[in-house]
């Protein structure tokens, strides 16, 4: 089974534009991104998608390979769908690329499961552990079944707790995807579904659509940059813990 990583790059961000540029102790974000990608050993490909030139070129540098763009994309996942079009590959892995941190343990056990058959599009999950997180709705929460196969994504917390003697588990959606792919060919085609446009998160479509997907369970606390001041939260954790 191949395994490919996609890691898509656009330089426009809302809250933080050129975040992946930003110098991250002597590397940009994107740089540290594909390198921390690379060094888990888990792809036996890793490939930054995007369309501009100073992303490319600081990649490049890294002799790392690049696919450019060649159409205007909504998200990441149709920015993904056209580069893996023409790349052999079973299992598509997307990475966000402001995440510069990844996790090899967490990486191998989302790719690990599409050794059941029946699983074609796999993400994570972390335990909420404060109620902040639970009430912020860019925090998207997410409940499963028994199997661990997701039921619904939400931005509110759910689920929602009667009987306020009874304990539950409440997780966080952790954005990473995973998808075989024809599964991410076709899914990318399809048009916008209801929950979709009203929850404003596109892993709906999916579900939507009659696809189940298998939630890996993760402790790793992903350290993502939108803000200057996530910035300066990943610049002290390289500092304390990788230099």
Request: glycine share 4%; charged share 25%; proline share 3%.
């Amino acid at each position: 089974m191949k395994i490919v990583a996609l890691i898509p790059a656009r330089f426009g961000a809302t809250r933080f534009p050129g975040k992946l540029t930003a110098d991250l102790c002597g590397k940009s974000v994107i740089a540290r991104t594909y390198l921390s990608t690379l060094a888990t050993e888990v792809f036996d490909q890793v490939i930054v998608v995007t369309d501009h030139d100073i992303i490319a070129q600081q990649i490049e540098k890294e002799g790392g390979k690049v696919f450019r763009s060649q159409k205007e994309h909504e998200s990441g996942s149709d920015r993904i769908a056209e580069a893996i079009s023409g790349i052999e590959a079973d299992v598509v892995v997307n990475v966000q690329g402001d995440e510069p941190f990844q996790d090899k343990s967490s990486l191998a056990e989302l790719v690990g499961a599409f050794e059941d058959p029946k699983v074609q599009v796999a993400s994570m999950m972390r335990k909420i552990t404060d109620e902040t997180q639970l009430l912020d709705p860019n925090a998207v929460k997410v409940v499963v079944d028994q199997n661990n196969f997701s039921l619904y994504f939400s931005r509110s917390p759910i689920p929602y707790i009667r009987e306020q003697k009874q304990s539950i588990n409440f997780f966080r959606h952790i954005g990473v995807y995973a998808y075989r792919k024809q599964t991410l060919m076709e899914y990318t085609n399809w048009e916008k579904t209801m929950l979709e446009k009203a929850e404003m998160l596109e892993q709906l479509r999916l579900l939507e659509n009659g696809i189940k997907i298998k939630m890996v369970e993760t402790s790793h606390q992903a350290v993502a940059i939108d803000t200057e001041e996530d910035l300066d939260k990943a610049i002290a954790f390289y500092q304390n813990n990788l230099r």
